[in-house]
């Protein structure tokens, strides 16, 4: 994918904007065709959803001024929690705040506040997927898994070219079990893999050590960063200094992801794996690798090991293919 060009006046009709809504971020992109021609990256707000609404209408805005465009033709969002495309809502949406507890008339709103554009809504993580797969390191495969560390853990499955769809929930790795009975997940089950490679249940696993005791150098560095949560560079930066705490927190994150995907590779027989999201992106190359070495033991045909792959249009992912997914087939 090209990089990002100078603003210039653009017709809205050639042009598609996408929003990555997460748990701290907005991350909203304009596309001409394979190009990000303007982008905006804001603090996802707290508090009520009309705020985060507003914050993602801003956002689109800003990234519009930036491409040099008046319009657009269409708008996709990739949401966290469970999305009725149809609706326009999004639900069960925990990692972001404001919506944990209630259904969001996401789409209509959005429509409404940005002069009846048109809004189609899709999981986030699938989103990143379909970015990855039409425009990313995803792009010389037709079978396909993504995985997203980020707050939550979630996926997406490519299937001869095509988004996997299910019922509407297909690609939830995160709530795969890799452990009968094990930590406690995020969406109040024992043993998914996001209790272990999720970095809210990563976060609050740190916390707890904590409070019984035990050193770390993560909250020190969220301090100084600052924030008011481990981030995925937070998690970066105490992994070299050595910090004891952060480098057990990820081995077992590794140990999860190995045995959840290796299963997924043995029941679909992938020809690549891509692992994306914050902390994905942000451990990297390196990660990936062990990954790949922690699989290979549990794969039924460990000649056919697919590939594990980081993303190529990183922190973009998600918005581009929200884009994708809103300007249809």
Request: aromatic share 4%; with cysteine.
């Amino acid at each position: 994918m090209a990089a990002v060009r100078k603003p210039r006046r653009r017709r809205g009709k050639n042009l598609i904007a996408g929003v990555d809504l997460g748990g701290t971020k907005i991350q909203t992109v304009v596309l001409d065709g394979e190009d990000v021609v303007g982008q905006s990256r804001v603090a996802t707000p707290t508090g009520a959803p009309e705020a985060v609404i507003n914050a993602i209408a801003e956002a689109v805005r800003a990234a519009m001024q930036r491409a040099g465009a008046d319009r657009v033709a269409s708008l996709g969002v990739g949401s966290p929690g469970e999305i009725d495309a149809e609706q326009g809502t999004v639900s069960q949406a925990r990692n972001v705040q404001a919506f944990a507890s209630a259904t969001v008339k996401l789409g209509p709103a959005l429509s409404k506040a940005l002069g009846g554009l048109r809004v189609t809504l899709e999981n986030d993580v699938r989103a990143g997927i379909l970015g990855e797969h039409r425009l990313g390191a995803g792009r010389p495969y037709s079978n396909l898994l993504g995985v997203w560390l980020g707050t939550g853990v979630g996926g997406g499955v490519i299937i001869a070219n095509q988004l996997l769809e299910g019922r509407g929930a297909a690609g939830e790795i995160g709530h795969a079990v890799v452990q009968d009975g094990g930590w406690l997940c995020s969406c109040g089950r024992r043993g998914c893999l996001e209790a272990y490679a999720g970095r809210g249940c990563m976060e609050a696993r740190a916390r707890r050590r904590v409070k019984r005791g035990k050193k770390t150098v993560l909250f020190e560095i969220m301090e100084r960063v600052p924030s008011d949560r481990l981030t995925s560079g937070v998690f970066a930066r105490a992994l070299k200094r050595r910090d004891p705490m952060a480098e057990k927190l990820i081995d077992r994150a590794q140990w999860a992801l190995s045995l959840a995907l290796a299963s997924a590779q043995n029941l679909l027989n992938l020809e690549a794996i891509i692992l994306g999201g914050g902390l994905g992106d942000r451990l990297g190359p390196d990660f990936a690798k062990s990954v790949s070495k922690a699989m290979q033991p549990h794969l039924f045909v460990p000649e056919q090991a697919p590939p594990v792959l980081n993303t190529k249009l990183g922190d973009l992912a998600g918005a581009v293919g929200a884009a994708l997914r809103g300007a249809g087939p």
